[in-house]
């Protein structure tokens, strides 16, 4: 198949004919990983991506407020939400980022980014669809405890 037929598909049938192409194309070893990419394509069809984007958005906005509000720490992500989307980035003199990284995965089961490209040395969030109010909460909450003892 070359080009012109994958856009075919796509403007005829959408990301599920798309993704059934693929299966054709790359053969039935990843038609799980296929169907469940389908499955979350439709799903972000359904809810929309800017309601998506704007709930993303207010998450990292409550993360913000209150990573903002410790003391020693860096946010480097620009505050205008344009800029952001639903990522934040942060970093402490405290404790290096890569340790930090560690004790919010190890301690508190946040999964998050160390970001050592052009030496930010930085934690960076992702907050997404599949993520909840709670857990903005919990990291606020991580980072504090994290902080008493460094």
Request: hydrophobic share 50%; charged share 20%; net charge positive.
């Amino acid at each position: 198949m070359d080009w012109s037929t994958f856009f075919t598909y796509l403007a005829q049938g959408g990301i599920v004919t798309v993704l059934l192409f693929l299966v054709g194309f790359v053969g039935s070893a990843v038609i799980a990983a296929v169907v469940a990419l389908a499955a979350a394509a439709e799903t972000q069809e359904r809810i929309g991506r800017e309601r998506i984007a704007a709930r993303g958005r207010a998450m990292v906005a409550r993360v913000r407020a209150g990573i903002a509000a410790l003391p020693d720490v860096d946010i480097l992500t620009p505050a205008n939400p344009e800029l952001s989307a639903s990522m934040i980035s942060f970093r402490t003199p405290r404790i290096a980022y890569d340790k930090l990284f560690g004790r919010l995965l190890g301690e508190h089961r946040l999964r998050c980014r160390p970001v050592s490209e052009q030496k930010l040395d930085a934690v960076r969030v992702s907050t997404h669809l599949c993520n909840g109010l709670d857990e903005c909460d919990r990291l606020v909450a991580a980072m504090t405890a994290i902080l008493k003892t460094t």
